[in-house]
Every structure is written in C-alpha cells, then in structure tokens.
C-alpha cells in the first residue's frame, strides 16, 4: 500500500470511529447497480433490454459454466472417495484389487478429461474478455481472475490420494 492509500485509509478509518459518516443521505440504502456507468450510453438501452429479457453477456456465461464445471471436479474427487472407500471396506485388499484400479482409472480418465473442458473453458473466457475489452474499451470485470488449470499437478494430486503405491512406482 503506498503512502497516499495508506493516508486515505486512516483519515476514514478515523470519520468513521468520530461518527462523521453516520447520518451520511442514503445510509443504510442499497446501492443502485442497475445502470452500469462503465457501458457506453449507445450500448446501455440495448443492455437492459436483454437483461430484463433473461440475457446475460457472454463473459457472464462462460463464467457460470466454469464455475459449475469446477464443481462438478469436485463432486467428481467425493464421489470418487466414497467409491472407494465402499471398496476397501467391502472385501479384502487382494480380492478387490482389480475392481479398485478399474474403479480408479474410470474416475481419473473421467476426472482428465473434465479438467481439460474446463481449461478450455476458460481459455474461451479469456479470449471473450479481451474481445470485450478491446471492442468496448471496458474492463472486463473479474473474468481474468480464473487462472487455466496446471492439469498434470492436478492428476498428480489425484494418483497420490487415491492410487496405490506401487502403481505411482511404477508408472514414474
């Protein structure tokens, strides 16, 4: 934080413990977000035209899909938990062995290709941002904030919780 923040910071840190913000109009009030005033003016009819219709911009969506898109590789990674703890707990190590290590790489292949749709995904965001950016001189807001998978760390996380040791030996 630099000198000037830092000033600006305990001059209002110091308003507000003195009361000097308290009686303040529209204390307490929503904020009004509806018209954004970083659209241009041309654009902004259109803009709330299609938001009162259900539209969202297409940064929005892909947004969203990402997100949903993540939370399935997490319900994935649970699932893929309880499964096989329900296998180790339902028979002996040696006999349910191959059904295990199926189990496993039907989850991990599934798991691999999900982290690669979402590493798509968000290059696909990425791409929209800048075009939006570039097109609208506007910032885009927080859609470059989701940085693309490191896929290989992630599949390495998964060998390591739920591949047994000698099968990380051996494939290493």
Known sequence: MNALNWIAEQRIL???LAGELDNLPGA????SLDSDRC????NRL???????????PLTLLLRREVEVMMGEAESLLQNCRERTTCLCDEAA??????????TVQTFREYYAELLHRIN???NELRNACIRDEVMNDLRCAGALEIPPMNIFAKLRQFDAEFLPDSITDSSS
């Open 46 to 56: 259109a803009y709330k035209v299609l938001k009162n219709a259900g539209f969202l």
């Open 93 to 102: 190590p040696e006999s349910s062995c191959g059904t295990f290590n199926h």
């Open 14 to 16: 110091e308003a507000v």
């Open 120 to 122: 798509q995904k968000i």
């Open 28 to 31: 307490g009030q929503p904020l």
């Open 39 to 42: 659209e241009r003016s041309a």
